[in-house]
């Protein structure tokens, strides 16, 4: 955790500044229970230049593995665009005070938590994402006090609804938290939690964001568009 601290001074881009294309390094960081092969297909299609994966273990505290994935990445030069998926976008999220992220997506992101892991950790109260992604955890209570200040877009997978989520959700997460952040680009895409990864859209979204970069403009944020 002292780590961390430190880090967090070290965060000192300004918004305009101009970046250098070949020092960008794109990181991805998989959703939870996953592994870096679920990023295979949207790695394929992109084809970056320069790019880390990084895996962490769910079972493993948040915090944990936060400094964890802080480390890995310190391991390649910055500045960053990072890619996340479902829990990584809160890792992503979360990096952001330590990391000189110039740019992020992320994939069926639920920001506001989970209302099925608040009820469900008391039948599995040692299953530490429960405890990690319920709508009062520390993870999900710390992110809302962090503010973003580069162009972050929040692709919202709207397909695959179960009914034991709490309102409409993609098999995983609900709506309502993935569309919880009023300073991100809003984005939805017609498909559930993990068809989004292996989707063309979603990779011509992600490859966009990153050509966009250096066109550094005024974001208000907030804003929601239907990717047909």
């Known amino acids: 955790m002292i780590n961390l601290i430190k880090k967090w001074f070290t965060n000192s881009r300004s918004k305009n500044q101009k970046i250098n294309w070949k020092d960008l390094s794109v990181v991805w960081i998989h959703g939870a229970n996953q592994s870096s092969l679920s990023f295979q297909y949207l790695r394929s299609v992109t084809r970056f230049r320069s790019e880390l994966v990084v895996e962490y273990d769910t079972t493993n505290k948040f915090y944990e593995n936060l400094e964890m994935l802080l480390n890995e ?3 390649v030069e910055g500045p960053y665009f990072i ?4 829990l990584g976008g809160l890792y992503a999220l979360h990096l952001t005070k330590y990391l000189d992220i110039v740019a992020a997506v992320s994939i ?6 989970s209302w099925t892991a608040d009820w469900a950790r008391f039948f599995i109260p ?12 520390a993870p999900i209570k710390d992110s809302k006090d962090i503010e973003i200040n580069f162009n972050w877009t929040q692709i919202i997978s709207t397909q695959g609804s179960v009914p034991y989520h709490g309102g409409a ?13 009023k300073d991100m680009e809003l984005i939805e895409v017609p498909y559930s939690h993990f068809e989004v990864m292996c989707s063309d859209a ?10 966009s970069v250096l066109e550094v403009k005024n974001f208000n944020g907030g804003v929601v568009l239907n990717y047909k």
């Open 108 to 113: 069926s992101t639920p920001f506001a938590g």
């Open 83 to 86: 890619v996340g998926h479902s």
């Open 202 to 211: 979603v990779a011509d979204i992600i490859l966009k964001r990153y050509y």
């Open 73 to 75: 990445i310190n391991q």
């Open 169 to 181: 959700n993609d098999g995983v997460c609900t709506i309502k938290s993935m569309r919880s952040r």
């Open 126 to 137: 040692k299953y530490q994402l429960f405890k990690d992604v319920g709508r009062r955890s």
